[in-house]
């Protein structure tokens, strides 16, 4: 019997007491720094709503060793522990006056193991938050301070182990992509292939509508992405909006996506690439570029990693204008100056790339994969070990 059995076989074999959060700390909220007194480099973080510091200051507002949960912004709910003295803004709650009777970090370990949960009760359009209610009425169980001091003990070891590991595997996966880029180009930027015009090996280049519908946003029916929604070279749907049948159907057939047809975004994040990988009902904002190959001069998959390398990144950002808000002509693409082989040479080098691509990108393969495993081998055991079964104190 492990020593923590042998402490709940001990101190509360007959179950514990839950208790609202709010009944044994009090989270108060951070206070405004305006963006622009925040310096870049500066004695004390400033901690808002992101996961890493939105700036530093010159005083603090609270001590080290303090839990922070993201009030505002894209990552409300987030949970963290601040080790330094810190300035906690105004989109940033701080967890106090935790009692004597409880453990500071045992209290860190249950939020972070909801972290999750506060996530997805994130509320409003514009700018999402996080309501104090919602935090204060989480039921946290109240093992005697021996359990918890032990859990603390064991998840700290293992949170420590986990991130000297996931540190190992990181700089694994950076060589690894360094090593791809290096194979990529080789492979792409060989002397001897004939050198066309991206307009000459395509059928279609266009841009997705300057005008969209500016009327009512559905949660379901036809989506029409933006930059944002390229991901990694995925298509992500999950903050997409979407578009009645009516307005569908206004839209410029001739831009909407089929199989096989790539996607650049040209206004804001330059250069992300997509493959559109199935047929279905897809149309676009100015943001995206669609590019439909000629299957008959030139391999889709060949042409998304031909644009997806360095060479080609860095043309796109070097061509790009504007100030407030960068982007690339439609012109400026059509006339890129694309590698060209025979398409069985084109088939081969996309084959080998596809497969190393895996190793180094795909979630479900390779160190990826391996990362994302021991992120959730460690959630599953934290989650263990803070679940008990509640008294009944009826």
């Known amino acids: 019997m492990s020593r923590i059995e042998e402490l709940i076989k001990e101190k509360c074999p007959n179950r514990v007491k839950y208790k609202k959060l709010e009944e044994i700390v009090k989270i108060v909220k951070g206070t405004q720094l305006n963006k622009e007194k925040l310096l870049e480099n500066g004695i004390y973080p400033v901690i808002n709503g992101g996961i890493t510091p939105s700036g530093y200051w010159s005083e603090y507002n609270h001590d080290e060793n303090s839990i922070t949960i993201s009030q505002g912004g894209a990552s409300a709910g987030y949970v963290n522990f601040i080790n330094t003295k810190f300035w906690a803004g105004a989109h940033c709650y701080v967890v106090e006056n935790c009692n004597e009777e409880n453990n500071y970090r045992y209290i860190y370990h249950f939020l972070k193991n909801k972290e999750k949960n506060l996530q997805n009760s994130q509320i409003g359009a514009g700018i999402p938050s996080v309501s104090l209610k919602v935090i204060n009425s989480l039921l ?5 301070i021996e359990v918890q001091e032990e859990i603390v003990r064991i998840l700290d070891k293992f949170s420590e182990l986990e991130a000297e590991l996931e540190a190992e595997l990181e700089a694994e996966l950076e060589a690894r992509k360094k090593q791809y880029d290096f194979w990529r180009s080789k492979l792409i930027e060989n002397s001897s292939f004939n050198i066309k015009k991206l307009e000459d090996v395509t059928k279609r280049i266009s841009d997705g509508s300057h005008n969209p519908p500016r009327g009512e946003n559905y949660d379901t029916g036809y989506p029409m992405i933006s930059a944002k929604n390229i991901t990694n070279g995925i298509i992500e749907l999950s903050d997409v909006r979407y578009l009645s049948h009516e307005d569908f159907e206004k839209e410029d057939r001739r831009t909407q996506g089929r199989m096989g047809d790539i996607l650049l975004s040209i206004v804001g994040s330059i250069g992300k690439v997509a493959i559109i990988k199935e047929n279905f009902p897809l149309s676009f904002q100015r943001s995206i570029c669609v590019i439909k190959p000629n299957n008959d001069v030139i391999n889709y998959k060949f042409l998304k990693h031909v644009l997806e390398s360095d060479k080609y990144q860095k043309k796109l950002v070097l061509n790009s204008n504007g100030a ?4 690339i002509y439609l012109n400026q ?7 060209l082989p025979s398409l069985e040479k084109q088939e081969q080098i996309a084959n080998i790339l596809d497969k190393f691509d895996k190793l180094v990108n795909d979630i ?14 460690y959630e599953h055991y934290r989650n263990k070990l803070l679940s008990f079964e509640e008294l009944n104190t009826k």
């Not at 407030?324 to 982007?327: E, F, I, L, S, V």
């Not at 693409?333 to 590698?339: A, D, F, H, M, R």
């Not at 479900?364 to 081998?377: D, H, L, T, V």
């Open 140 to 144: 946290i169980p109240i093992p005697p």
């Open 324 to 327: 407030a808000q960068k982007g």
């Open 333 to 339: 693409i059509k006339k890129l100056k694309i590698p």
């Open 364 to 377: 479900s393969e390779g160190i990826p994969a391996e990362i994302e495993a021991r992120r959730k081998q």
